[in-house]
């Protein structure tokens, strides 16, 4: 049980330096689980201008603890970008097994604002070998976006899978009366509201790109599919058929939407281009088909149906045919959400009335609950498939919880005086 | 009809605020325009209709909002994960049927509700089954197709947030709202 309260300092610190914050509420995050076997890393002092690079030091140490898969190590009076093989020895003796030194420098004319270098090594300490490092050349404003760079560059020579530090979540907040899509850093910095409504906001979900968000909105009285463009907040109507329109998922290659319609009755599965044409029904059931989600490969669509009496995982074929079940046991499983490697399923089961999050393995169809939170709704993955977002309930409040693919690490993401809900983790940028 | 249209944008937000008991009505702020604009109503003389007698035509406008009028009565109420329209419904089912079928421009929207738990779209499109329901009633009971649309909120707009039985049963709910209250 370790509170993150405390990086609250240095994360101040960062915020002087980037006026781009905005003003809204943070996120705040608490770690309530941590891995078994976490890789022991020292972590120095980034040297340069002391605000500058602690700033920037603080953001790598949180990004690499929160993950659950490193355990942080003091480097002593240690500090050097190239560390020597007497430095080595004595954080080997500190029980370190990785070591990263780094620097923040000036660079540039500051006509345009301050211009900054960052460079950093990582080293394996047991082996007392240099396993790489990087440069990057970046304004004051990108410190935090640096800094998870470097922990992405750091997660993954250790870990074996690319870190997701730099990557976005979007999310919606309701306090009374209105409503936020709000997108934010992974960790839950730079919140900006994308669409601020006072009707609900329910499904937002990322396009491959990362440029846009689909979502569901009741400002007509009635749910509406948009697609909102992050970069200009320009959007368009993508189905708003008579009845409800909702459950949009964005195909692999960001062309074609999988929507839910009623313009035929009960809600069913259809897809459509992105800019709203070009309707085709996908499934027919007598029931309701909803939840649509494509596979990483495209071929599937994974979907919710109540066509065998009780809501259960099914998947057609993206050109239709027959539906086939994927979900056996107990009488409520919703919400299916391929792994990235397409090998695993996230969903919500309904045990003994608690709703909790659940992973299928789809080789073997072995199912595993990863919460002990009974109101459990929106898994979304992580992109290195590692981790898995989800909404939940705690006292009586929304909050958003992270746990890895084995149950063992978690996360709380809360914020004061408001539900948070609705989560969706953006893809990697490349 | 254009009379009974005039009436009835008079009688619009009285319409609204009579209707308090029930919350969905309420909560519609910034009600959407219809389609029929006002622009229909200054054309003809606008007849002021005898609304205060209470032995009129008990399918006129004037009912909608009339207390001791079943059509005032616009929620209907589902059992969990079911959407069978129950028996203690058909009669005011059977009032709106012939409403409509009495007052054929006039249209309606049925929002269809779900209780908290359990996915957000899943029990959309719970909701979305009540409305088809409620709708399906209606159409037999003489009710055009393009009169009436059947939307769901899912679980987005409760009238009661406590996690109780009883509370989750009066979300269970389809509500039909008429031109002007949508």
């Not at chain 1, 396993?131 to 870990?159: M, N, P």
């Not at chain 2, 909560?27 to 006002?38: D, L, N, T, Y």
């Not at chain 2, 509700?113 to 719970?126: C, V």
Request: proline share 6%.
């Amino acid at each position: 049980m370790k509170s993150c309260h405390a990086c609250a300092a240095p994360l101040l610190l960062a915020s002087l330096l980037t006026v781009a914050l905005s003003a809204q509420a943070q996120l705040s995050i608490e770690i309530t689980g941590a891995g078994a076997n976490r890789i022991p890393i020292s972590i120095a002092d980034f040297a340069g201008e002391r605000i500058v690079s602690l700033a920037l030091t603080s953001v790598v140490r949180n990004d690499l603890e929160r993950s659950g898969w490193f355990r942080l190590v003091e480097p002593g009076a240690i500090a050097a970008v190239d560390a020597s093989a007497a430095n080595l020895a004595e954080l080997k003796t500190r029980g370190a097994d990785a070591y990263v030194g780094g620097s923040v420098s000036p660079a540039g004319a500051p006509a345009n604002g301050q211009r900054y270098e960052t460079r950093f090594q990582l080293f394996d300490v047991q082996k007392s070998a240099a396993l790489g490092g990087h440069s990057y050349a970046h304004s004051g404003g990108q410190l935090r976006a640096t800094a998870h760079r470097v922990s992405d560059f750091v997660y993954e020579k250790l870990t074996g899978e690319p870190g997701v530090f730099s990557t976005r979540i979007a999310y919606v907040v309701k306090s009374t009366g209105r409503f936020e899509l709000q997108v934010a850093d992974s960790d839950g910095m730079n919140a900006q509201a994308a669409l601020a409504s006072r009707e609900p906001i329910i499904s937002p979900t990322w396009s491959p790109d990362g440029s846009k968000l689909a979502y569901v909105s009741f400002e007509s009285k009635k749910p509406i599919v948009y697609v909102h463009d992050l970069a200009t907040g320009r959007r368009h109507v993508a189905a708003n058929f008579k009845g409800s329109n909702s459950a949009p998922a964005w195909s692999p290659d960001g062309k074609r939407l999988a929507v839910v319609l009623t313009k035929d009755g009960n809600s069913q599965l259809y897809t459509l281009n992105a800019d709203g044409s070009s309707t085709t029904r996908l499934a027919s059931s007598s029931g309701i088909d909803t939840e649509p989600q494509y596979s990483p490969d495209g071929q599937w669509i994974y979907f919710t149906s109540d066509r065998g009496g009780s809501p259960q995982i099914y998947r057609i074929s993206v050109g239709g045919g027959t539906a086939e079940r994927v979900t056996f046991e107990g009488t409520y499983n919703v919400t299916p959400r391929l792994s990235p490697d397409g090998k695993n399923m996230a969903y919500v089961s309904r045990n003994s009335g608690r709703f909790q999050l659940t992973l299928m393995d789809l080789a073997t169809k072995q199912s595993q609950i990863l919460t002990d939170t009974a109101k459990d709704e929106s898994p979304s993955f992580a992109p290195n498939g590692r981790t898995i977002l989800y909404a939940s309930e705690v006292n009586g409040r929304g909050v958003l919880g992270t746990v890895s693919v084995d149950g063992r690490i978690k996360q709380k993401l809360s914020i004061q005086a408001a539900d948070i809900r609705e989560p969706s983790w953006g893809p990697q940028l490349k | 009809m254009r009379t009974l249209l005039a009436v009835f944008a008079l009688a619009a937000p009285l319409l609204i605020t009579a209707c308090s008991s029930q919350p969905p009505a309420a909560e519609q702020s910034g009600a959407k325009v219809e389609e029929r604009r006002p622009t229909n109503i200054s054309t003809p003389p606008v007849v002021p209709p005898p609304v205060t007698t209470a032995t009129i035509d008990p399918y006129s406008v004037a009912a909608l909002k009339d207390p001791k009028s079943i059509l005032s009565k616009r929620s209907v109420f589902f059992d969990y994960d079911q959407f069978v329209v129950k028996d203690e419904f058909k009669s005011l089912l059977e009032a709106h049927g012939k409403f409509l079928v009495n007052n054929p421009k006039f249209k309606m929207l049925i929002q269809g509700n779900a209780d908290e738990r359990g996915s957000r779209e899943y029990n959309l499109a719970l909701g979305q089954k009540r409305a088809e329901a409620v709708k399906k009633a209606l159409l037999l009971l003489g009710a055009r197709e393009d009169q009436v649309e059947s939307v769901s909120l899912g679980e987005e707009k409760p009238v009661c947030t406590d996690s109780t039985e009883e509370c989750w049963a009066r979300n269970r709910r389809g509500d039909m709202l008429y031109s002007g209250e949508f």
